[in-house]
């Protein structure tokens, strides 16, 4: 959580379900240093909602039916 480019910005950022468009947290996990890690912890978890890893919940159950 330390490296994650989201630290500190506004969380609603990442939760497109509240109205909020997800461009800019998607350009936030573009340059973040532990994508990776992050899109697996979500992928991992079919529960977690919200834009992890450059991701939409949607963009993760596909990933998760092509595995
Ligand atoms: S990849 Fe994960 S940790 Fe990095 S900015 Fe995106 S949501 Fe935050």
Not at 10 to 31: M, Q, T
């Amino acid at each position: 959580m330390e490296r994650a480019q989201c630290r500190g910005e506004d969380r609603a950022l990442f939760f497109p379900s509240l109205g909020r468009d997800p461009v800019k947290a998607k350009v936030l996990c573009s340059i973040c240093p532990v994508r990776q890690e992050c899109l697996d912890y979500a992928v991992a978890d079919a529960e977690i909602v919200g834009i992890w890893g450059g991701t939409s919940a949607r963009e993760r159950r596909r990933m998760r039916v092509v595995a």
